[in-house]
Each structure stands twice: as structure tokens, then as C-alpha cells.
């Protein structure tokens, strides 16, 4: 199983910009998709983007489109997630995920994002 440590969460300000960080290391199997999830503060876990192995096809939550930015360098095996533009609305806890080549996935234990208005 690939393990996942997420870094760069904290407390901004509305309008300001934070970059969560993922590295992925430990799996025999190659990588085939990396993304981020959030679970707002009682609320269900949501999808917010994913991208492919070679960053060349990249996907996003209709709430973060034009706002937040995923690329991943896929030699160090690390996901990165750029955040512009926050809201109060996006504070939750993001959540790092990967998957591999035999359909597996794993997830990191995440990393506190807290938006003040």
C-alpha cells in the first residue's frame, strides 16, 4: 500500500493562498492518479481534484475551478495542491489519496485547512 504525507494545511485569511504538499512512497505498483478530497466540519468527504500520473489530464470540484491549481511531480511521486483565492466555505480537513496500477487506493491522514472570514 502507498503512503501518503500531507503537509502545508494551517489558518489563512479569506482571499489569501495556501499549497498543501503529498508524497507518496512505499508501493511496488506504479502510480496511476493522484488527488484531494475535504471533509468540511460535519459534513460528508468531497471529491476537489485529481490528476493523472503525467499531470497531463487534471480534474476539479465545480467549488474550486479557477481557484485551486493540482500538479504533481512525478518523479518524486508528490502531489501538490495550490489554493488561491480561499473562502470560509473551504475549511475542512484535506485528505491526500493515490492509486495504483492494481486499482488500489490509499489514503494520507490529512491536513487541517481553517478559513477566516
Known amino acids: 500500500q502507498v503512503q501518503l504525507v500531507e503537509s502545508g494545511g494551517g489558518l489563512v485569511q479569506a482571499g489569501g493562498s495556501l499549497r498543501l504538499s503529498c508524497a507518496a512512497s512505499?508501493?511496488?505498483?506504479?502510480?496511476?492518479?493522484m488527488g484531494w478530497f475535504r471533509q468540511p466540519p460535519g459534513r460528508e468527504r468531497e471529491y476537489v481534484a485529481v490528476?493523472?500520473?503525467?499531470?497531463?489530464?487534471?480534474y476539479y470540484a465545480d467549488s474550486v475551478k479557477g481557484r485551486f491549481t493540482i500538479s504533481i511531480d512525478n518523479v518524486k511521486n508528490i502531489v501538490y495542491l495550490q489554493m488561491n483565492s480561499l473562502k470560509p466555505e473551504d475549511t475542512a480537513m484535506y485528505y491526500c489519496?493515490?492509486?495504483?496500477?492494481?486499482?488500489?487506493?490509499?489514503w494520507g491522514q490529512g491536513t487541517q485547512v481553517t478559513v477566516s472570514s
Open positions: 489519496t493515490a492509486t495504483v496500477s492494481n486499482g488500489e487506493r490509499s
Open positions: 490528476t493523472s500520473s503525467s499531470g497531463g489530464s487534471t
Open positions: 512505499g508501493s511496488s505498483f506504479s502510480i496511476n492518479a
